[in-house]
């Protein structure tokens, strides 16, 4: 009944920024923590950012200074804006979001996950 889906990700030069949405959408009656997970080829799936539903944000340090974790609660919506992108940054990045349903039920939902690919 719910479904989380990421957009925005695509192919970026090094040192170029890109904008990730990641919209829930369903019966949802709240949603607590949003993350950013990324996964690299070879790699084990990594968090990135996570944001509470009071706004208060944490980052990987790999990418402390560079990313921003944001969200929208009117729009169910979750954001990641990464700037000063590098090679190391390329990875399949997967939305999440601890939520309570309508009907009382606590979730753990997943996205599908965007490809962000940094290349010259």
């Known amino acids: 009944q719910v479904q989380l889906v990421e957009s925005g990700g695509g192919l970026v030069q090094p040192g170029g920024s890109l904008r990730l949405s990641c919209g829930a959408s369903g019966s949802i009656f709240s949603i607590s923590n949003m993350r950013w997970y990324r996964q690299a080829p070879g790699n084990q799936r990594e968090l990135v950012a996570t944001?509470?539903?009071?706004?208060?944000?944490n980052y990987a340090d790999s990418v402390k200074g560079r990313f921003t974790i944001s969200r929208d609660n009117a729009k169910n919506t979750v954001y990641l804006q990464m700037n000063s992108l590098n090679l190391e940054d390329t990875a399949v990045y997967y939305c999440n979001a601890d939520l309570i349903t309508t009907d009382g039920r606590w979730r753990s939902e997943w996205g599908h996950g965007t490809q962000v690919t940094v290349s010259s």
């Open positions: 944001i509470n539903s009071g706004a208060i944000t």
